[in-house]
């Protein structure tokens, strides 16, 4: 790892900071909050710190070895990139840096229905890295001619998110009245006055656009217009019947992101599923939830080996990936840990923060004695209380 970038964050925690304080409050704000009181993004955070893992220092291995191979694919490591909404806003040109450096890390890049780069310039960017991220739209049509895209992009893996029924309550950017593009009031002025690196990189690249769904609007439309268009219309409620029929339409590999417990698990995988991802959205939809770290042991249980059980929630260092590991989950993603890298550091920022969990989780392995990712969960793991 470079010895510079090292000196400027050696973790997630120093690489948040620097984003802290190069991006606007409401922006920061947007990335990192949770929903009402936050107490699901503090409870993920919580269930990680409880799982310990337990080292055999006695036993030999070898040297760790992180490729993992899941849904007939080998990855140089098992995790990836989550898929974050309104990324140009966050940093511009996010996704595209994150898509690459997946694509160079040979790890799996999610990109968001609602990002800001389209379908097809995920694709080029993270080539056979590229899943896609699919919320649903009421409009049929529409949701053909978005798995139509994809297929033609060559994306073959399909992420249905099913845990957005109804819209999470965001105190924060309720507050923050975040509108794209940032409303100009006194207090949003100051904000991106005082973060002049990103009012820069704004100016330059222009105003963050949801360019996949683009197409779709009647007219050439305004930001504003798009924006109203995307809540009305990428609503539908993902049941059994919609995930049968995009089941039936999609012809690679489908996976389902938000799973919160066995019967949502049990169902997904009987209307077809080849894998699925435990999540709460990063704390982001139900305050009460349960964080997805201490569901994996009991839906594995449940359903088996019969599909890869991947998970998110509170990633922030490689530890935390190996914890979820060693509960059980085949591939972790993480949301905000990989975005802070972007927003610290720019591209260089996307990749740095892949090579820093990619470290950190080797060390673990190392640790512990673990050869492969999978070989995690045969140790033993206590679990404080
Ligand atoms: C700012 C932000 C935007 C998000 N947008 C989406 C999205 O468009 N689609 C989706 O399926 N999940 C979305 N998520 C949830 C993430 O994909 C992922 O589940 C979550 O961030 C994982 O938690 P972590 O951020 O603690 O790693 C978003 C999360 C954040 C923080």
Redesign the pocket.
């Known amino acids: 790892m470079s010895n510079q970038l090292m000196k400027k964050a050696a973790n997630i925690a120093q690489l948040r900071s620097i984003a802290r304080s190069r991006i606007p409050g409401f922006v920061y704000d947007?990335?990192?909050?949770g929903c009402n009181d936050d107490l699901a993004?503090k409870n993920?955070r919580k269930a990680l710190d409880k799982v310990y893992l337990q080292p055999q220092y006695l036993t030999r291995s070898g040297p760790a070895q992180l490729a993992v191979d899941i849904l007939g694919r080998s990855y140089n490591a098992p995790f990836g990139v989550?898929?974050?909404?309104?990324?140009g806003l966050?940093w511009p040109g996010a996704s595209e840096y994150q898509a690459r450096a997946a694509k160079s890390a040979n790890i799996p890049f999610?990109l968001?229905?609602?990002?800001s780069i389209s379908i097809e310039r995920a694709a080029e960017c993270a080539e056979d890295c590229f899943w896609f991220?699919l919320?649903p739209p009421t409009d049929k049509n529409m949701l053909h001619d978005l798995m139509r895209r994809a297929v033609v992009a060559e994306c073959k893996h399909l992420?249905v998110?099913i845990?957005?029924p109804s819209l999470g309550i965001r105190p924060r950017d309720i507050r923050n009245g975040l509108t794209v593009p940032p409303k100009l009031t006194l207090g949003s002025f100051w904000q991106i006055l005082t973060r002049p690196s990103w009012a820069l990189a704004m100016a330059r690249h222009g105003t963050p656009e949801f360019e996949t769904i683009k197409p779709y609007l009647k007219s050439a439309g305004n930001m504003a217009e798009l924006s109203d268009f995307i809540r009305k219309t990428l609503k539908d409620i993902v049941d059994v019947d919609l995930l049968q029929q995009i089941r039936n339409q999609w012809p690679h590999k489908l996976i389902v992101?938000?799973i919160s417990g066995t019967e949502d698990a049990e169902l997904a995988i009987q209307v077809g599923a080849d894998a699925i991802?435990v999540?709460?959205?990063?704390?982001?939809q139900l305050d009460a939830s349960i964080p997805p770290v201490e569901l994996i042991a009991a839906i594995k249980n449940k359903i088996g080996q019969k599909v890869p059980v991947m998970a998110?929630?509170?990633?922030?260092s490689g530890v935390d990936i190996a914890r979820f590991l060693s509960r059980g989950a085949d591939m972790v993603?993480?949301?905000?840990?990989?975005?802070y890298g972007v927003a610290a550091l720019g591209e260089v920022g996307a990749g740095y923060a892949i090579e820093l969990l990619r470290e950190e989780l080797n060390q673990v392995m190392g640790q512990l004695g673990c050869e492969y990712p999978n070989a995690m969960v045969d140790h033993s793991v206590n679990r404080g209380s």
């Open positions: 947007y990335l990192s909050a993004v993920n989550a898929p974050l909404g309104l990324s966050i999610i968001s229905t609602v990002a991220q919320y992420v998110t845990d957005v992101k938000g991802i999540s709460n959205h990063g704390g982001r998110d929630g509170g990633v922030e993603f993480s949301g905000r840990a990989m975005m």
